[in-house]
């Protein structure tokens, strides 16, 4: 499969002609155009409801489309919203990756009833970042996030914006995943306890769509919105990690490929400097050898901006112990031999402390682990031969979901300052949520 790597125009021509030959197994000769998100307008509510898609696919969706509506707001911004429930079974709406008060943060015993309404109002405290909205019901979040409820939230601050960084249409917010044709549709769900996953590659809720962006540097804000694939990005132009789940990392990182587990976020450029109006460059999927969104490029203006040297000044987490906890993900969707009751408090976390989190998985499937209610750090792991576990590029900084691979352990340091009240801990492969791969603490 060389033809999704490497770089520059000979690859990308080549590229061209390898998504042609791979076209009976994948894309269609004409691809459909990318759909790109709109704003929430002002006072309009979000309405989990049945949506349309391509090919006249019924699922779900956030305002009639995935992702729905993209809220856009400033850290220091009060966030008000009403979100009503038209499906005819209940939900939650839980903002992920935003620090909430516990009642605001959309947990499986805050469900909107079927038919029903709420309220949702917290203040943005914290800084730019990619974030994203979804369900949380306990037990049928899957199937929710299956049938396409997800939208972004992005935070702004004026540290991002004296960067100058690719903006309009040359910043792209994407939500890959992946949908099960063979179950007799785009949208069928068949629920896989190991973590469902599809044969055919989405991007904004369509499968193998193509787009333009004009030569110069793109900005690429991608989440992982599958409820179980890894993801392993490629292009033939060159990409660089800027940001990540938690905002901006420090410097940037020039990488050739970038894992992505359920949940995570990456903030891209892509420079297509190099390339003529009317090559054609691709986002791949290396894991599947999916060529899944195809991009024209077409003439741009020089701008003769460059990448800055320095991104972000992030404060480093201290701690120098031994691990204050260590969650171990095991056989049968347990935690530490516990499989997830909604009412039964897991643990309680001191306040303001740093503290250090070991999470070791003991089974054969990667876990993304994700905490609410606050960022964390990763530092170095352990691989299964003794090995150390890196911190990849896109790791750097602030996290909120690492993904924790067979048999390695991952290190993190979290610190709980904004809020005291109930949170969760849990793996982001929606199915091992749902069986109960998941913990109630409270901060106080
Ligand atoms: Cu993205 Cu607790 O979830
Ligand atoms: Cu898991």
């Known amino acids: 499969l060389a033809l999704l790597g490497g770089g520059g125009v000979l690859a990308g021509l080549a590229a061209t002609g390898g998504a ?38 019924e699922g779900f969706g956030y305002n009639g489309g995935i992702p729905g509506p993209t809220i856009r707001l400033r850290n220091g911004d009060a966030f008000a919203r009403r979100v009503e429930n038209l499906m005819d079974q209940p939900t939650t709406v839980h903002w992920h990756g935003l620090v909430a008060p516990q009642d605001m943060d959309g ?37 929710q996030a299956w049938y396409g409820l997800a939208g972004f939230f992005v935070i702004e601050d004026e540290e991002e914006a004296a960067l100058g960084l ?71 132009a060159a990409l660089t990690v800027i940001g990540n789940d938690g905002g901006l990392i420090d410097t940037p990182q020039p990488v050739d490929e970038i894992e992505m587990a359920p949940g995570e976020r990456v903030d891209v450029l892509m420079d297509l400097r190099g390339f003529e109006p009317g090559a054609t460059v691709g986002l791949n999927c290396n894991a ?112 909120d979901t690492v993904n924790v691979r067979t048999h390695e352990t991952v290190d993190v340091l979290v610190r709980f300052d904004v809020y005291e009240g109930r949170y969760l801990l849990h793996c982001h492969k929606l199915e091992h949520e749902d069986h109960g791969m998941m913990m109630n603490f409270v901060v106080s």
């Open 288 to 399: 599947a050898g999916w060529p899944m969104l195809e991009i024209e490029v077409t003439e741009g203006p020089e701008t003769g901006w460059e990448i800055p040297g320095h991104l972000s000044e992030i404060e480093t987490l201290v701690h120098s112990g031994e691990p204050d906890r260590t969650f171990v993900f095991q056989e049968n969707e347990r935690i530490n031999g516990e499989v997830y009751e909604m009412n039964r408090i897991d643990f309680i976390v001191p306040f303001g402390a740093v503290e250090r989190w070991r999470f070791a998985s003991a089974r054969g499937a990667p876990h993304p682990i994700h905490v609410h209610g606050a960022h964390f750090q990763v530092l170095e792991g352990t691989v299964p031969n003794g090995g150390v576990r890196a911190v990849r590029p896109w790791e750097r900084g602030w996290k």
């Open 107 to 143: 947990q499986p015993h805050d469900e909107i009833a079927a038919g029903s309404g709420r309220d949702y109002a917290f203040p943005i405290r914290q800084r730019a970042g990619l974030n994203w909205y979804h369900p949380h019901p306990h037990g049928t979040t899957a199937a």
């Open 20 to 57: 042609r030959a791979l076209a009976a197994a994948g894309p269609p000769e004409v691809r459909p155009p990318l759909p790109r998100a709109r704003l929430l307008d002002a006072d309009e509510p979000l309405r989990a409801g049945r949506a349309v898609f391509s090919g006249g696919q």
């Open 166 to 236: 690719p903006s309009g249409d040359q910043e792209l917010f994407l939500v890959i995943r992946d949908a099960q044709s063979a179950a007799g549709g785009m949208f069928g769900y068949v629920a896989d306890i190991a973590g469902t996953e599809g044969e055919v590659p989405m991007v904004n809720g369509v499968a193998w769509p193509r787009t333009t962006l004009a030569r110069g540097f793109a900005r690429l804000r991608i989440l992982n919105g599958a409820n179980a694939r890894v993801f392993r990005l490629r292009s033939q």
